[in-house]
């Protein structure tokens, strides 16, 4: 069943929404998701203690998440019944932002496998509106939201208002397309201070989300800042910074397969320098369960994906609990 249905989906994405204007595509895509109650089908959810796994202390039914994309509370309360072991929201800033202008998202198609390049710059209502709609969200999993910040108090302030609604509280500060955000790993004093005002202004346990584009800056100065914050886990990572001339800021973010090597190296390294000081989110290109397990044997506590979740499809989570319970029955 899940696999006929897994393929029901590439079919759909291959013979229709791969072939759409990028925009058309994620408008019917988002009006899908909105309106057609997938999550009510028993297909995805996966209820097994093997797959229990625990994230800055916070436990999690299983060790998959959804990546920060989605702001709109239907589809976040409908991707919490898809079989994700927590949720994660777009970045959420003090003000609404309208976004980039289109384009803000094209696909790329690499030898890796299909992905995407977006400058979606946040767009999102602000951190009030956006408070005020999670109401509707009914916690089947954990939720973890997602900030950004342009200035060091804007996190701390970001965070002691989301975190009382949060589960865990993420912090992006790698974002590729908003250079406030982005130089952040270039500042790294000033990066150092916003982690600890982060921290504790926090009533709950943070995440901060690396940039693949800077390893060292990471490695030396932003995770040990962070675990001197006491910071506990680390999300390696964001999309990588490329240039697109096709996008309306001529750059942008590549996610999917092609970043998979980069990721696996990031958390092998991170697992082996940092050893059980921080957990680990490997995030960037997972696309396949041989992929989700891959970063889990690297030394990742939990991975997390949002473009295979688009070429792939929703029941991706699903595959990837399948083959882990798999592994340990055998
Ligand atoms: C259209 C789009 C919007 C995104 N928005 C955010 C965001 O608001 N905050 C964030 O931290 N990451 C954002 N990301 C990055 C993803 O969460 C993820 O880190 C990245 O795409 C790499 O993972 P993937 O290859 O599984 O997609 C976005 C990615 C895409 C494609």
């Known amino acids: 069943m899940v696999t006929a249905a897994s393929l029901a989906y590439r079919m759909l994405y291959g013979g229709v929404l791969s072939r759409l204007p990028e925009a058309t595509a994620v408008r019917i895509g988002q009006a899908l998701l909105r309106t057609v109650p997938v999550d009510r089908l028993p297909l995805f959810t996966v209820k097994d203690p093997h797959l229990e796994t625990t994230l800055g202390g916070v436990r999690l039914p299983n060790p998959v998440i959804l990546a920060a994309m989605y702001y709109d509370p239907t589809i976040l309360a ?92 993420e912090l992006n500060v790698s974002s590729p397309n908003t250079t406030l955000v982005y130089t952040w790993s270039t500042r790294p004093q000033q990066l150092r201070d916003a982690l600890e005002q982060a921290r504790r202004a926090a009533p709950v346990p943070v995440i901060v989300k690396l940039s693949p584009d800077f390893p060292e800056q990471n490695e030396k100065a932003i995770i040990p800042a962070a675990i001197e914050a006491g910071i506990q886990v680390v999300n390696y990572g964001n999309a990588r910074r490329i240039e697109e001339p096709r996008l309306s800021q001529g750059a942008g973010g590549l996610s999917g397969p092609e970043i998979f090597p980069d990721t696996l190296d990031n958390v092998r390294r991170t697992r082996a320098r940092f050893g059980a000081a921080v957990d680990i989110v490997g995030t960037g290109g997972v696309d396949s369960s041989d992929k989700a397990l891959a970063l889990l044997d690297a030394g990742a506590t939990a991975v997390g994906y949002f473009t295979g979740f688009i070429t792939q499809g929703p029941l991706l989570a699903r595959r990837i609990l399948d083959r882990l319970l798999e592994r340990s029955a055998g």
């Not at 800033?93 to 030898?111: A, F, K, S, Y």
């Not at 400058?119 to 009914?138: E, K, W």
């Open 78 to 169: 409908r991707a919490m019944g898809l079989g994700f072991g927590a949720v994660t929201t777009k970045s959420i800033t003090r003000q609404p932002r309208p976004g980039h202008p289109q384009p803000n998202l094209v696909r790329v198609h690499t030898d890796a496998g299909p992905g995407l390049v977006n400058c979606n710059g946040f767009q999102n209502p602000g951190l009030d509106a956006f408070l005020t709609s999670l109401g509707a969200v009914r916690r089947r999993v954990p939720l973890i939201i997602s900030v950004a910040g342009e200035s060091e108090e804007d996190y701390a302030d970001l965070v002691r208002a989301v975190g009382p609604h949060a589960d865990l509280v």
